[in-house]
């Protein structure tokens, strides 16, 4: 609509100009990508709850609050009780990890590193999202799990009293949940860091310059200007990597020790997850089987909207507040 | 300045692309290569003998499709290496994906014949009605092998237990190595006080249900579960697949686990002996777990060699080794797709015979004993 006002408002100016019929195509194919990404989520949703209600009516227990996952039993007995938590915890881990790393990367480069050095972090901080997920699957088994055995009892030693840091079996291997947030945080490292350092790098100089002006460390120019310019970007790229954090599967599947089981002491060798479940469970599983790893899928695909929901309604507020619109 | 450093990037990407690129493309490298030595290796005994199989292959040319466990995969890798060798013009396709989807694509109708961890289930006999026209999916026994318990406890090396002592230490119930059951059946171990480290797979799968089926018949008493691809004891830990079990077995000192044989030969983990009520504690070995099939019953009716192998896992031969799993071919008994029929009783006419078992022991696993072996033929030839 608004696309073919002005050139029928303003015909005397721009009588000779020949981008229109592109522009009319531009309008158009913006307008066709917008929909068809609202028909292909819809096309998800839709999926998922077709085939996750034919599951969910026959399960024999509580859906949301059972441990177990035994879709082949009769009557079968399937609960994400236990894959919802591990989801949500591995996540929070690896966010608490990889958040503030990311940022400090980011700032690093843009603020404090010669130019010869900051390209080559950047560069190489860009490499680690090249790497396949199984390949950090691979190297969290074989390398990171026996290595981090000594750090786990470490914790246990000192920090057990914090509940989450003991040890049932302290000689258990380190395949927890912890581990597993470690390595996640690894891998969204790269996503965060590069758009973090492009939002940094859009604060306008004029900022910086004011605050020098008024006496201003580098640190007191970072906080004061810096940050709070780049706080929305910085949640909004923080969503992404949450967001791959939450749908990690292979590199969780071949480090985490899966079972059934529910606990607060993060170095336990327990939990799982809901695309680890699924790759684990898919192989064997039959029609109904599937079904049933469908109905898991589709809670996945619930939180994910919750917290991007709750990041947009996050980013909406702090604009407002911050003098990125200046 | 800005328009170096944009150009300076730009540079940086194209490295990086091209860096990838190599590493992507030696991985492909790596790939091939791993392919075409680990090809001669396991074609390299039977290759030899090639000249002597053909006299067993009556050729047929084409082409066919199969896909399923991948259990038995290393066999049928060798066996459709000799039959292709020896009958030049046929194709025999395996794709090892899982049991469970091999009935699946078998069922649809995309399979000459899928490979299979069980034997068929009813409902899953019921869908292959309509693919077998006037017939239906039967099950044929053709792979045996045994599941080992490899174990890591420097310093011990002949380690016995028997079916009741396993299934509590792999429910939780004996949870150190010198406990007094252990230690009764082996005195003259030096067992330490260290907490086992029972390690069991995270996905579904044939090995854990055929495990716990052996848990559940030889033990009773002491494993209260029913048989599952899904793991039910309690305790422990979880590692995806065969190999992720046995690399945590070999990673962790006082682990113990179950995979199959060839796991623990190919990473030199020690196997446990099984007190069966035999003269000698069994060694977990192609010839034992042969010698151990050999003692089930076929329960399937008609066409179908379904196996029942509860009277394997309590059996008190000498030199039988209880803890086995049969693998099975998924075919129609009539009305198998006349375009494919001839090339897929060819082939199993082959894998089913002499020339064709005998393979098996080279890698881990174990031939079917000669009263089922002869069943097996028959039915294949009765395959229409």
Not at chain 2, 122 to 139: L, R
Not at chain 2, 286 to 312: E, M, P, W, Y
Request: with cysteine; aromatic share 6%.
């Amino acid at each position: 609509m608004t696309t073919t006002a002005p050139p029928t408002s303003a015909p005397p100016t721009t009588t000779r100009t020949v981008t229109r019929p592109g522009d009319r195509i531009f309008a158009g194919m913006s307008r066709g990508s917008g929909i068809l990404l609202l028909v292909v989520m819809a096309a998800i949703a839709i999926f998922l709850t077709v085939r996750a209600v034919s599951a969910i009516s026959k399960d024999h227990t509580n859906f949301l609050t059972t441990f177990e996952w035994n879709a082949s039993l009769t009557p079968p007995s399937f609960g994400v009780a236990v894959l919802a938590y591990g989801t949500v915890v591995s996540s929070i881990i690896a966010m608490l990890i990889a958040v503030p790393i990311a940022v400090g990367i980011a700032l690093f480069i843009t603020h404090y590193a010669p130019r010869q050095l900051g390209g080559p972090i950047a560069f190489v901080i860009d490499l680690l999202a090249a790497v396949p997920s199984i390949i950090y699957g691979l190297w969290g088994a074989l390398f990171l799990v026996p290595h981090l055995h000594g750090l786990n009892l470490w914790l246990d030693n000192y920090f057990s009293w914090t509940v989450i840091f003991a040890k049932e079996d302290p000689n258990s291997s380190a395949r927890s949940l912890f581990t597993v947030g470690i390595l996640l945080a690894i891998m969204i490292l790269p996503i965060i860091t590069n758009v973090s350092r492009e939002v940094i790098r859009q604060v306008p100089k004029m900022h910086q310059e004011a605050a020098l002006a008024l006496g201003a460390t580098r640190w007191e120019v970072i906080r004061l200007s810096v940050l709070p310019f780049a706080r929305s970007g910085i949640i909004s790229a923080s969503m992404l990597g949450l967001g791959r954090a939450l749908g990690e599967t292979m590199a969780v599947a071949t480090v985490l020790s899966a079972s059934p089981q529910l606990s607060a002491h993060l170095l336990d060798p327990i939990g799982g997850t809901f695309s680890q479940n699924i790759v684990a469970k898919f192989g064997e599983a039959d029609e109904f089987g599937r079904d049933a790893l469908i109905a898991s899928g589709l809670v996945l695909f619930v939180i994910t909207l919750l917290v991007n929901g709750a990041a947009r309604i996050i980013i909406q507020r702090r604009k407002e507040y911050s003098g990125a619109n200046a | 300045m800005k328009l170096q450093r944009k150009s300076g990037l730009r540079a940086l990407t194209v490295g990086a692309v091209a860096i990838t690129g190599a590493l992507v493309l030696t991985a492909c490298g790596s790939d091939n290569n791993d392919d075409s030595s680990s090809t001669p290796s396991s074609s390299g005994q039977p290759s030899t003998s090639a000249a002597a199989n053909a006299g067993s292959i009556s050729c047929e040319k084409g082409q066919i499709l199969a896909s399923g466990s991948t259990a038995q995969q290393n066999a049928i890798d060798s066996w459709v290496k000799n039959y292709q060798q020896a009958c030049p013009g046929s194709t025999i396709n395996y794709k090892g994906s899982s049991s469970g989807e091999g009935i699946v694509d078998f069922n649809q109708g995309t399979d000459a014949f899928a490979g299979s961890d069980s034997p068929l289930k009813d409902t899953e006999i019921a869908a292959s009605k309509k693919v077998c026209t006037d017939g239906q999916g039967i099950s044929i026994p053709m792979v045996g092998g045994p599941i080992a318990v490899g174990y890591n406890l420097p310093g011990v090396d002949n380690l016995v237990l028997d079916a009741t002592t396993l299934a509590k230490i792999f429910n939780s119930q004996i949870t150190t190595w010198n406990d007094p059951a252990i230690k009764a059946l082996n005195p003259s171990a030096t067992l330490p006080s260290s907490k086992i480290q029972t390690v069991h797979r995270q996905d579904e799968s044939g090995t854990t249900d055929n495990f716990t089926k052996y848990l559940k018949g030889a033990a009773p008493a002491a494993w209260p579960y029913e048989h599952a691809k899904a793991w039910a004891g309690k305790g422990g830990q979880a590692a995806a697949k065969s190999a992720g079990v046995a690399s945590l077995v070999k990673q962790t000192e006082g682990a113990i686990g179950y995979f199959e044989l060839s796991y623990a030969t190919a990473s030199s983990i020690p196997t446990v002996k099984i007190n069966t009520g035999a003269s000698a504690p069994v060694e977990a070995t192609s010839a034992n777990s042969s010698a151990g099939i050999a003692s089930a019953k076929v329960v399937g009716t008609g066409a179908d060699l379904s196996l029942d192998l509860s009277a394997a896992y309590v059996t008190k031969t000498d030199n039988a080794y209880p803890i086995v799993l049969v693998t099975y071919e998924i075919a129609c008994d009539k009305g198998n797709k006349p375009a494919t029929l001839p090339l897929t009783k060819s082939f199993l006419n082959y894998i089913a015979s002499a020339d064709g078992q005998a393979q098996l022991t080279a890698q881990g696993y174990a031939p079917l004993p000669d009263a089922i072996a002869t069943k097996v033929r028959s039915t294949i030839s009765a395959l229409s």
